[in-house]
């Protein structure tokens, strides 16, 4: 790739000055691949947040109402994605599920983000004895099978959604808070944070008005790349039967039945995983193009 | 140490297989088995154990049925006690002793015969308490078989066995017992080789290796040869059985599959001859398409739903017979689970050895309505919260959302569904912790009793708090009396009760939709599932 | 590096006893236990069965018993399968998920190699955008999913091979390469990011201005870098991969060491447990400390701290 060259035709002090945000949000906007992923995940999401509405005047099922009667029939006018074996209409508990699993998605991203953000500066910023403590614990925790202890946990609370977020949101923080703390020591090193420190400012304040504005970047391209993995562990808890409660579905839960009933019924498995394919990709092509516009190094993990 | 790496039979199948390879058409494993008189077995899960006096369900009973016989054994079509190591008894006219003559030429895996000491020694073991055999109340109608095993008494000469000599076992009851021959077809009455068993340990330890193939030793018509953990267990034809020259079979392959799906994938392939249970979405189809393959048959089990009768409002006998008759049991099992399955309207299956229940339940909406709003809830205003639990399972949870429904659209009731996993829900059921649970009770032996025996007061499986004296009563009286006719009149009486009272809620009995390659001959579906390796063989396969 | 090694192998023995802990806190304070049964049996079986395991003791007993026992090596009886230790069940078990994954591992490395190559060396073009994309279904695609699709493509409709099973050389096709697919695909972007920036430095082009040929830069100089991230991605993941996949296990019946994970926990089995979780740290671990080296070794910028 030719490096960069100096435009020498232009008058130097004529350059159009543009801030790191502007010039990132330019560099996205030139990735197809990725504005067709946030394209993607915003209808979707705005589609599924309408369930209600959509289903009460558009569809005219509910996701609970059954037809023993019918049974399961491929898609056709009435309903228009197919029904399942207890005759419920397809195409309205995919809106449903889509809303519990974004849902999930989102809030165990945000718990994972929160713990996974403070943490992790916490323990950069602080270094030294206390950073050793801290990332030992991580450590510890990450040598936990996962599966053991969501069944142990589920268990104990009983199966709720909060539940759910917790559990996952609390296997996701730990890589983001080995990552945000990687990006605090170097950025600790930097020369800006050692001017500031000469200034006599506090270390509180260097930590959050200098520090946690560079991390933003691959903050943003984690959470987005985390998602799809929340979404996946969540149909995994499906796959054990520990996910969502009947007769409330989510996409895990419906691309499992599906996929029992997928030579008899295929529609109960293709819908569901079109729709859940469809929007981790777009997640990850969205968090790729985040990564790339904010030209993070976030390979070298 | 189990063996690893390959046995002999698969040297032979993986040998077929890559000799196969190359002509296009491959051979499935189950036209090779055909050729070798192999017979395979999707089991439905690991084996916890093959000791019989230790091992307790459906998958351990399946295998042991091959590797021991008893007194008696089960008949193929109808399970009906035949003569096993017993070749003929008497009983005296008052049912209380039966004496057993044992053959001659009953031999153990190892070539030493079998003797009526060697049932002795094993009742003794399965008596322990310090075995902690859960089946042991199998042996109960012996005199004082219950007191030794609640270590009532410690000296086990006094409970009813007596060895007469070494080829006549003499059995006393306290009570007589019409049953008892249908009983004794359990593997709870099966011999084990106590010499062996002391060997390699304490009799009475659980952790005993005896059962491992290098130390086995079994007086059945197979003999165990593999076992590996998750893998398969394989037994061979034994050549000591009494009555080998008539039981077809070479060997018999195990595998332990759990996941249904996965199981009739491998049927599908060509890998097993028959799976226990076609995965529920896929019976209609295997109803449909390809009739040869699947064989439906009602088993002696039945499904039903708890009721937590010390909780209001479900303590209100009105409350549980609306919710009870609000519910189309047809639809459920022709819409829903679509196996087979026959709507239950009473607790006992029907004509189990010839007891059919005169109580039944009637499905009356309307009259449902009427009782719900004279227990103080019309069109179910104000109905408390009520919570549905069943453990984790699509069928049950399809049924449960099934039910859900009906009682929203009829009753205008709305009852929340919640999932536990298997031992949660077994311990929430257990402490009495729910409001109504999902449950099922399948029977050790033909026989109503054990259906009705669930629900005496206090019963450890009773599980719902509820207590009727005069059931009690009855079913006392039926224990006591050897007397058919007195005994199902004393169940008729109680099953009125329970069907008034409604302390549970009875929705099907179970069917087995089993797949079975047609090349299985001598195969018998039976109401209580037990497969008879001895009947059993394989035809060609024409296809 | 010797100093490293044996400080790390000392710090893990604290940290396997806090896991030991907290997992014996979890398990004895769930609900349920290994001997709720359907057919409840009577108290006085059910207290034998419990003393014999050793569960009538109080707690505190129960666990500085448990911590004696694992000090000295021994996981316990599984009170599931009652003639059976835990000791051997994993012995048993791992050599199967530890082959299982070592296929699923070369499949990843393998397509995800080459795919993160390939759309690193012809960046944004067909040849990026296509493997990227395909490598893409790897990871939306769950493996519940991707595993009976194979099955019926494969097994069932053109018949190459058995449906389940893991007897013969052809069962391990499927499973590897629907256990492999994820991390294909993971594999697959981290090489084409970790590749993307090594070819950017200024030592590549002086290569290239001396003369050097494509490949010779590829291998020798770009690849060491470009594996920096799939290492360092690589360290975990082995260890989930290598103690199998519940899952996968499952779906094709192979008697490894992820389904015992999961049913001991289904089963309250307590020994089978704490075996199967000291068992995954240690293995955890243990690939933590390889990967480490390993990246001192690619990366000379690094050094043993």
Known sequence: MPAPTLQLDEPMDNQSSASFWQDAWHRLWQNKLALFGLFVVAILSLVCFLAPLLCAHVIGYSYQEQNLALGPVPPNRTHWLGTDPLGRDLLARLLYGGRISLMVGLCATAVSLVIGVIYGAVSGFVGGKADMVLMRLVDILYALPFTIFVILLTVFFGQNIILLFVAIGAVEWLTMARIVRGQVMAIKQQEFIEAARALGLRRRRILFRHILPNLLGPIIVYATLTVPEVMLLEAFLSFLGLGVQAPHSSWGVLIKEGAEMMEEYPWLLTYPAVAMALTLFSLNFLGDGLRDALDVRGSKD | ?543 | ?305
């Open chain 2, 1 to 543: 140490m189990t063996v690893r790496g390959a046995s002999l039979v698969q040297i032979v199948l993986s040998l077929g297989l890559l000799l196969s390879c190359g002509c296009g058409h491959r051979q499935t494993l189950v036209q090779i088995a055909n050729r070798a008189g192999q017979y395979r077995v999707a089991n439905g899960d690991e084996p916890s154990d093959l000791d019989p006096q230790i091992a307790i369900g459906q998958v351990e009973h399946d295998i042991m049925l091959s590797l021991y016989e008893g007194l008696v054994y089960g008949d193929a079509k109808d399970v009906s006690p035949r003569p096993g190591v017993a070749e003929s008894w008497d009983i005296s006219p008052d049912g209380l002793v039966y004496t057993f003559h044992l053959r001659h030429n009953a031999r153990w895996s190892n070539g030493e015969p079998v003797t009526a000491r060697d049932f002795y020694q094993s009742y003794h073991r399965m008596l322990m308490p310090s075995l902690g055999a859960q089946y042991s109340y199998m042996l109960y109608p012996v005199t004082n078989a219950e007191a030794f095993n609640t270590n009532k008494i410690t000296d086990f000469s006094q409970v009813g066995f007596k060895v007469l000599d070494d080829h006549t076992l003499q059995l006393t009851l306290h009570s007589p017992a019409p049953y008892l021959l249908s009983m004794m077809v359990h593997d709870s009455w099966f011999p084990v080789p106590v010499a062996t068993i002391q060997k390699f340990g304490a009799i009475d330890d659980r952790a005993n290796p005896w059962t491992r193939p290098e130390h086995f030793v079994g007086n059945g018509p197979f003999v165990l040869k593999e076992w590996r953990m998750n893998s398969h267990i394989l037994v061979v034809k034994s050549p000591t059985y009494w009555d080998a020259e008539h039981v077809k079979l070479n060997s018999v392959y195990f595998d332990p599959e759990e996941s249904y799906d996965t199981q009739e994938r491998m049927f599908r392939s060509g890998q097993v001859h028959t799976i226990r249970q076609a995965p529920q979405s896929k019976v209609a189809f295997y109803r449909k398409y390809k009739p040869q393959l699947i064989n439906i048959y009602p088993e002696l089990t039945t499904y039903f739903y708890r009721f937590n009768v010390t909780r209001p409002p479900l303590n209100d006998k009105r409350v549980r017979l609306a919710l009870a008759m609000a519910i189309d049991r047809r639809a459920i099992t022709e819409t829903v689970s679509r196996a087979g399955e026959i709507p239950a309207f009473c607790l006992t299956p029907p004509n189990t050895a010839g007891y059919t229940a005169a109580a039944r339940l009637r499905e009356d909406v309307p009259q449902a309505r009427r009782l719900l709003a004279k227990a103080g809830y019309p069109e179910g205003k104000n109905f408390p919260n009520v919570t549905l639990l069943y453990n984790t399972m699509q069928s049950h949870k399809a049924i449960a959302e099934a039910v859900q429904e009906m009682w929203d659209k009829n009753l205008n009731i709305h009852v929340a569904l919640h999932n536990e996993e298997w031992k949660v829900y077994l311990d929430a059921m257990r402490n009495t912790n729910y409001d109504i649970c999902r449950a099922g009770w399948s029977a050790d032996y033909i026989d109503v009793g054990t259906f009705l025996d669930v629900f005496i007061s206090g019963g450890g499986n009773n599980d719902t708090g509820w207590s009727n004296p005069e059931y009690d009563r009855l079913c006392a009286l039926a224990a006591s009396t050897g007397e058919q006719a007195a005994r199902y009149a004393a169940f008729q009486k109680a099953e009125a009760i329970l069907m008034d009272e409604m302390p549970l809620i009875p929705i099907y009995i179970y069917s087995n939709p089993r797949l079975i390659q047609p090349c299985v001959k001598g195969w018998y579906p039976n109401l209580l599932d037990c497969p008879n390796y001895r009947s059993i063989y394989l035809a060609p396969q024409t296809n």
């Open chain 3, 1 to 305: 590096m010797l100093r490293f090694v044996a400080r790390r192998f000392f710090e893990t023995i604290p940290v396997l006893v806090i896991i030991a802990t907290v997992t014996f806190l979890m398990m004895r304070l769930a609900p349920g236990g290994p001997f709720d049964l359907e057919k409840q049996p009577s108290p006085e079986i059910l207290a034998r069965m419990k003393a014999h395991y050793g569960l009538d003791k109080p707690l505190w007993e129960q666990y500085l018993l448990q911590m004696k026992h694992l000090l000295a090596g021994d996981l316990g009886p599984s009170s599931k399968y009652p003639s059976r230790s835990v000791n051997e069940i994993i012995a048993d078990a791992f050599p199967v998920s530890l082959e299982l994954g070592c296929e699923a591992m070369a499949v990843a490395l393998l397509l995800g190699l080459m795919a993160g190559m390939v759309a690193a060396l012809r960046q944004n073009t067909f040849w990026d955008h296509a493997p990227m994309s395909l490598a893409m279904l790897g990871l939306c695609v769950p493996t519940f999913v991707m595993g009976p699709l194979l099955i019926s493509a494969f097994a069932l409709h053109l018949d190459w091979c058995n449906a389940a099973g893991w007897f013969f050389p052809r069962d391990r096709v499927l499973p590897a390469l629907t256990l492999g697919a994820y991390y294909a695909a993971y594999i697959a972007r981290l090489a084409r990011g970790g590749l993307l920036e090594v070819l950017r430095q200024d030592f590549i082009r002086t290569a290239q201005a001396k003369g050097a040929g494509g490949a010779r830069i590829l291998f020798r100089h770009a690849l060491r870098g470009g594996m920096l991230p799939v290492v360092s991605f690589l360290g975990p993941a082995i260890a989930g991969l290598l103690t199998g996949s519940f899952v996968v296990e499952t779906i094709f019946g192979i008697p490894g060491l992820g389904r015992f994970f999961v049913t001991a926990a289904f089963n309250r089995d307590y020994c089978m447990i704490m075996g199967s979780v000291l068992f995954y740290a240690a293995f955890v671990i243990a690939m933590n400390l390889v990967v480490d080296i390993a990246l001192v070794w690619l990366n000379p910028k690094l050094r043993f701290e």
